[in-house]
């Protein structure tokens, strides 16, 4: 079985699907893997499996945003890749409605 680290930028809506039904609460302390990878950069991911391969998917404030946000019906803006695009300008503006 192969292993792939995926950055939040490379998310696909299957694999943020996926991750949404793993960790339905968001994932916490104990759901983190922590490795250094080849450039001995210490990096945390949390895992989902498919048949063929296991995903260790980054930890990061975008990627908590991103699965706090998800949900199955929403159209997703999806980059040339296929890749989830988060939009910075409606993230900060999010932040802001909640913190007034």
Known sequence: MKRVIVDYKKLTPNLLQLLTEKYPDGYGDDDIIVFDNHKNETIEAVEIKTDETIYLV???????????????????ELNDLGHIVVNEDIRNEKLTDEEE
Do not use: G, P, R
């Open 58 to 76: 980054k930890v990061s404030s975008k990627l908590h945003y991103t699965m706090a946000n998800f949900d199955v019906n929403d159209d997703l």
